[in-house]
């Protein structure tokens, strides 16, 4: 029978369509998975509840473990765990400076605006930045700018 770490193992290959630097797994979208002798079932959350991308993620999730020695394959979508940004890991953090985004900071369930003033560059670290929207390209994202490299860039809001 197939184990929770060869299946996590395996998810951690389904990048998010919209930054391809962080698998579902790093991202926090996985909320359970259920083994039996001849099935898997792959509940996820979204990041937002209107996220583009949630079909695609469902169709590649159920289509990688399609590949693994399992009979019936189950990805669901729901919001019995609300997804907040401190489910992303810390190698998804990671991931995010990667292709370019400052990582949301870490909360205690409370976020004021102010936070969103104080974020590194991902590009040169300096913290000599402006907070210049709190609407990105997509709904997760805030713009600013690095005033020391000079440099426009976005930032996974932190969501609670």
């Given at each position: ?66 590949k693994m020695p399992v009979e019936n394959v189950s990805v669901k ?84």
């Amino acid at each position: 029978m197939i184990t929770q770490e060869e299946i996590i193992d395996a998810l951690h290959e389904v990048k998010d369509p919209e930054i391809p630097t962080i698998s579902v797994v790093d991202l926090g979208i996985i909320t359970k998975i259920s083994i039996t002798p001849d099935s898997v079932e792959i509940i996820m959350t979204p990041t937002f509840s209107g996220c583009p991308a949630l079909k695609i993620l469902e169709s590649q999730v159920r289509e990688r473990i399609e590949k693994m020695p399992v009979e019936n394959v189950s990805v669901k979508t729901n919001f019995d765990t609300p997804w907040n940004s401190n489910m992303i890991s810390e190698r998804g953090r990671e991931a995010l400076l990667k292709h370019g985004l400052a990582p949301p900071p870490k909360h205690a369930g409370y976020i004021e605006l102010e936070v969103l003033s104080d974020i590194a560059c991902p590009f040169c670290g300096s913290r000599n930045t402006t907070f210049e929207s709190p609407f990105g390209a997509t709904l997760c994202r805030s713009i600013h700018y690095c005033k020391n490299c000079q440099q426009g860039f976005e930032q996974f809001k932190p969501i609670v």
